[in-house]
């Protein structure tokens, strides 16, 4: 730990941090990172950009859909909040006024940057504040980035399976790169190393859901190496929940904190606020970590295993004691919540059944199932234990309903009392008691009900398009293209799967996409379900459980035992998320409970066939979680 004392200079247009471990450059009164000086590199950052294009706030509001106006936050005033010898908090604040209107999103933003004596790092937060009398706006993204310096930094962690060396940027430009179907994905064809030429470079590849977007960065791998890291010590400030997908690290070399953003799920996650609304909301603190290897132990991967190290700490620090805003309160201005959930289904078990490693939230109250769509909010998560038991731990106080979802069942959990969280609170709900839909017995079913696509038939990439990180990977879903397999493998007819031969490990592609007809058109398919049927109950209707991982501006119509009858069932127009494009595997769920009548089914062999026909694009399709037929109750 060094011995020199925590300063903080003016330098007129800028302002130091500076504790002998990292000095932190930031332009005055914007707020820009604009150096990061650390272990003898004069500046981790690219120093090529200009300084507003290193490290900074951004968000993208205002506009129609997913759209919006892109915003690098500056600020217009700065403030020295604390100094000391233990904390250095600044302030760098942007008002909002009528005169602004239709220039600068209506928001008062307040960004925030910390650094503590012996901490090798520094912290960010934002509070974000729009006033009742403004106008109305929306905001489709908000979040925190980084751009390295291309030279030093090549090696990317963002998982502990998922790290590898990366291209250069400049192997992303027209004389070097290839676009491929969407302008994000590009074939490294002339990359200045050999060792990608073939590859494809995604960002999307990257993408981690909420819950596992805890550490990743970046490695200089130069004598000595030095690490670069972003940790994230709650998710309480993201929206969606916890299997909501962001962007994480990606060639640039780029660290990126997405607090808000609509991938993966579309406009259902740009909150809308209107005239009169009033909202105010803390993102982070993130903790940017710097560490640096000895002579004597330069391997990358020690770098990585003491950024884990350092989240857990961040962890259980969480919330923070030394943010100086009011706006964020400390562990004692918070509430707890204790309890076990069980799941009732008495044709699995008649007995209750633990909530194995269930996903329990709380959230702004609503319907059962909305967390997944909020975006104003804090929301606060955890899983249970291998017995049901749960505790979530700094809730801010307010009112909240309880939603939960259990892998290995269907649906949507909501505890129908408000759970009122006051300041130092313990609330014991115990026993509640998820009883998740059915009306009979399981006749058949395929896939497991986890809210993912991945158990499905997940194809080989084509050999033109490989990132060579998921080869015989469990990610193996993240390759480029693999839509473009499924007329591969299905020319001519589309997926005919039979009940009881059939293994949807291989016989159940992971997506019902669009198959291409010639250069330029598409056109929809219809995917079949066989199965026998005896013993029909006659004064019963049976009952078909449909939960979707994923819909892009598609449809799903059902129908039973004739291919061009009326639709049994039909979801009309569902979905934005765009996972098939983006390697999501699973976007937002959707669970549809379709009455089928006797008079529909036959004795012996009957067929369901599933109908996506909107086909404008490659990317329409619906990803399957689970399929079930049940019998009458």
Not at 172 to 194: F, S
Not at 251 to 271: C, I, K, Q, R
Not at 463 to 476: A, E, G, Q, T, V
Not at 595 to 610: S, Y
């Amino acid at each position: 730990m060094s011995s020199v004392k925590l300063q903080l200079h003016d330098k007129g247009n800028h302002v130091v941090m500076d504790n002998g471990i990292a000095r932190v450059t930031l332009s005055k009164p914007d707020g820009i990172v604009t150096g990061i000086e650390y272990n003898g590199i004069d500046n981790l950052l690219e120093v090529l950009n200009e300084e507003v294009n290193r490290g900074y706030w951004d968000l993208v509001w205002g506009g129609s859909g997913t759209a919006g106006g892109f915003d690098v936050i500056k600020g217009t005033n700065f403030e020295v909040i604390m100094k000391n010898e233990e904390q250095v908090e600044l302030s760098f604040t942007r008002k909002w006024d009528p005169s602004l209107e239709g220039k600068a999103v209506p928001l008062n933003i307040d960004k925030r940057f910390v650094m503590l004596s012996g901490s090798s790092g520094f912290y960010t937060y934002a509070i974000y504040e729009h006033l009742k009398e403004w106008p109305a706006f929306s905001l489709a993204e908000t979040r925190i980035a980084f751009k390295l310096r291309k030279e030093k930094f090549h090696y990317m962690a963002v998982t502990e399976d998922r790290q590898r060396f990366m291209p250069l940027p400049d192997d992303r430009l027209p004389d070097r790169g290839q676009a491929l179907a969407y302008p994000e994905a590009v074939l490294l064809v002339n990359p200045i190393e050999p060792q990608f030429k073939g590859e494809v470079d995604d960002k999307y590849q990257y993408s981690c859901e909420n819950k596992d977007i805890t550490v990743h960065g970046w490695i200089c791998t130069e004598q000595p190496s030095v690490g670069f890291w972003l940790i994230t010590p709650s998710h309480e400030y993201r929206t969606g929940g916890p299997q909501k997908q962001n962007l994480t690290s990606h060639v640039g070399p780029t660290a990126l904190a997405v607090f808000m953003s609509a991938h993966y799920t579309g406009e259902d996650l740009v909150p809308k606020f209107s005239e009169g609304e009033a909202w105010k909301k803390v993102f982070g603190p993130v903790f940017v970590y710097l560490n640096s290897s000895t002579d004597d132990d330069n391997d990358p991967l020690w770098l990585w295993k003491d950024a884990k190290s350092q989240m857990n700490v961040e962890t259980e620090s969480w919330p923070y004691s030394f943010p100086a805003s009011d706006d964020y309160l400390k562990a004692e201005q918070r509430g707890n919540v204790v309890g076990r959930l069980l799941v009732q289904d008495r044709y699995v078990d008649k007995d209750f059944i633990a909530a194995t490693r269930g996903y329990v939230g709380l959230a702004v109250p609503g319907a059962a199932g909305s967390w997944q769509r909020e975006c104003k909010d804090y929301q606060f998560w955890t899983r249970t234990d291998e017995e049901g038991f749960l505790y979530i731990s700094g809730i801010r106080p307010g009112q909240y309903n309880l939603y939960a979802w259990v892998p290995g069942f269907i649906g949507d959990y909501k505890y129908d009392d408000i759970i009122t969280i006051t300041q130092g609170c313990y609330i014991y709900v115990e026993d509640l008691v998820y009883q998740p839909p059915r009306n009979g017995e399981t006749l058949w079913e395929i896939g497991f009900p986890d809210r993912s696509a991945a158990e499905f038939y997940v194809p080989d990439p084509n050999p033109k398009y490989i990132n060579k990180l998921y080869k015989n990977h469990p990610d193996r879903f993240r390759q480029y293209g693999l839509w473009e397999r499924y007329a591969e493998l299905y020319p001519d007819k589309d997926l005919v799967y039979v009940v009881g031969s059939s293994d949807y490990r291989k016989d159940w592609f992971y997506a019902q996409v669009t198959r291409k007809k010639d250069n330029k058109t598409y056109q929809g398919t219809t995917w079949q379900i066989k199965f026998e049927l005896k013993n029909i109950d006659q004064s019963h209707s049976y009952t078909l459980r449909v939960a979707i991982a994923s819909a892009t501006f598609s449809e799903l119509q059902i129908r039973v035992n004739d291919a061009n009858t009326i639709p049994l069932f039909t979801s009309g127009l569902i979905g934005r998320d765009n996972s098939i494009a983006r390697h999501g595997i699973h976007g937002l769920y959707w669970l549809f409970n379709v009455e089928v009548a006797v008079a529909k089914l036959v004795e012996g062999e009957n067929t369901l066939f599933l109908t996506q026909p909107r086909s404008t694009s490659p990317f329409q399709g619906i990803m399957y979680d689970y399929i079930r037929f049940e019998a009458p109750s």
